[in-house]
């Protein structure tokens, strides 16, 4: 595959209702009722302004068969309001809600992590060949079935993995790793293959971005190796809000969708649901300019999942060799940088293409730093032009391209360049200059009000400089989902919450109004606090 000129990875065609995902459709959006889903008025309400702002699909919850036997409720108000856009149930945990949902609606994602297998328990840590082969014929018992009842009725699945929700069997074999995470797929779709069930979309989601788009990339080399194109749905989980959210989640997605790889994508803000659209399809948007982009040549042929390592230099000052990745108008300015330093620029469309040539032409032997310079047009609006250069240099950053950055931009402040250079260099993890929050953007599940607790703990904690610390609205999913949070705030029951010290329950159900005290003195008992 030629990685300077945009091409999208071939991927089977996945009717979902009256859209489609994969083959040559454009990339779909979606987005995520937090409603309570037997709320039938709410989510209706929600489901419609979500529509509205342009989603291709919209997902509810479903805790149980109650739950997902009301999306037909909600379908059909939705349907009786002209609103045609197609419905995804989304299950954890409970098969049975998941065969329910296959009769009233479209799609129903099922996460192999816990679809059959009771999640994560730490009480089994190794399994023999013949236990390890037994459990995966408990997954044909039940999955089989269940493809036969969505074949039945025209529904679309979609396999979601999350990091950090793996089974205890895939755990014992492969750890919290992106093979084990490709292997609990990859598990459930041999079985798919096997009875012919092809209308799948694949995720594989985390909220370390890193590990999200290495995770992703081995899942499209290893579907490629066993000889399967199915599409794929790209998101970075618990990106948290504002700005850290949407460039995390710009990083990740964004990064992705330009090296080809990518069929639908939802973008998860600890936000109103229809927040999340302007944003994922401003990413389209930026990717389709990529897409259409003059060529670049000089393509070569690389391996689209295999990062490059770190292009090492010698440093010169703060930039360069071991030093994390150099800023301008931080760490140098870019009016003195001597010959020492080589500066490669673009403003050409397609951005990524035009450095990854620039720095391919640099002789091996030349050891002198590179600080990427791009630049975006006036034309550009604040918003654009912050997706833009989240995605363009989150993906030379990933790729191993990391000595020193400058942006340029009429549209931004010196201040809010420097800021976004600064969260876009947090999301790669290759500088970390502030608290990471890691807020899942809640669901039907959600057990407090999740924005205004999270405006509250950043507002106490921002000051903690390179801890991460989890926001997670319900204990079902949260503590998984929070995967490598050092403190985690988790709803426990309705005015309950519970504090988790790494992966490890540390007060269980405190009431709500103790709960952001109690988390600042585990923080101090634990060593962890400083003053503001
Ligand atoms: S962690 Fe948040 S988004 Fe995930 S299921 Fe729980 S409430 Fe919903």
Redesign the pocket.
């Known amino acids: 595959m030629g990685r300077y000129n945009y091409e999208r990875r071939p991927s089977l065609r996945v009717a979902v209702g009256n859209t489609a995902i994969g083959g040559t459709e454009p990339i779909r959006v979606q987005s ?1 009722t ?1 409603t309570p889903t037997l709320d039938t008025e709410a989510s209706v309400a929600q489901a419609c302004r979500i529509a509205e702002a342009g989603a291709d699909l919209v997902r509810l ?1 479903a805790q149980g068969v109650q739950h997902a036997r009301n999306l037909g409720n909600i379908r059909r108000e939705l349907r009786a309001r002209g609103v045609e856009t197609p419905l995804v149930a ?1 299950i ?1 945990f409970n098969a049975t809600a998941a065969f329910a949902a296959a009769e009233e609606v479209e799609k129903v994602r099922i996460n192999p992590g816990n679809f059959v297998d009771p999640g994560r328990t730490f009480k089994k840590l190794s399994y023999t060949e013949e236990e390890y082969a037994a459990e995966i014929e408990k997954i044909r018992e039940k999955l089989v079935p269940f493809l036969e009842l969505c074949r039945e009725h025209g529904t679309a699945i979609r396999l979601g993995v999350n990091h950090g929700s793996l089974s205890d069997r895939i755990m014992s074999r492969y750890g919290d790793t992106p093979a084990g995470m490709v292997e609990s797929v990859m598990e459930y779709l041999r079985i798919c293959r096997e009875v012919g069930f092809n209308d799948i979309v694949i995720s594989i989601k985390a909220s370390n971005v890193v590990v999200m788009t290495e995770t992703v990339r081995l899942l499209a080399a290893t579907m490629k190796d066993e000889g399967m194109n199915y599409p794929l749905h790209l998101g970075v ?2 990106a948290g809000d504002g700005e850290d959210g949407r460039v995390k989640s710009a990083v990740g997605i964004g990064s992705l969708l330009a090296d080809g790889l990518g069929d639908t994508i939802r973008v ?1 803000l600890s936000e109103a649901p229809e927040a999340e659209l302007p944003v994922a399809r401003e990413l389209v948007a930026h990717i389709s300019r990529i897409a259409s982009a003059p060529e670049i040549t000089g393509a070569v042929d690389r391996c689209p999942h295999k990062y490059g390592e770190r292009r090492m230099s010698e440093a010169v000052g703060a930039i360069g060799g071991d030093n994390v990745p150099a800023v301008e108008g931080v760490d140098f300015r870019g009016d003195e940088l001597g010959e020492g330093i080589i500066v490669v620029s673009s403003d050409h469309d397609n951005r990524i293409g035009d450095i990854r040539a620039q720095i391919d032409a640099i002789e091996p032997e030349d050891k002198r730093p590179v600080v990427i310079r791009l630049r975006y047009p006036e034309t550009m609006s604040a918003e654009e032009t912050s997706l833009a250069a989240a995605t363009d240099f989150g993906a030379l950053l990933l790729e191993g391209y990391r000595d020193g950055i400058w942006l340029e931009t009429p549209s931004l402040t010196e201040e809010e360049a420097r800021s976004l250079a600064m969260t876009i260099l947090q999301a790669t993890r290759t500088r970390i200059t502030k608290t990471e929050f890691i807020a ?8 407090f009000d ?1 924005q205004s607790v999270l405006a509250k703990i950043k507002a106490a904690c921002s000051h903690l400089t390179g801890l991460k610390i989890g926001v ?7 503590p998984g ?2 995967a490598d949070a050092d403190y985690g705030y ?2 426990a029951a309705a005015g309950n919450v519970s504090l988790y010290k790494g992966k490890e329950c540390v007060m269980k159900n405190i009431p709500a109004d103790e709960a952001l005290p109690r988390l600042i003195e585990l923080i101090k008992a634990n060593g962890d606090w400083k003053d503001a």
């Open positions: 995520m937090n919850t989304d954890h989980t618990e998860s899942c953007p809640g669901c039907g599940r959600t057990l999740l997670m609205g319900c204990i079902v999913n949260g989902e929070m988790v709803g």
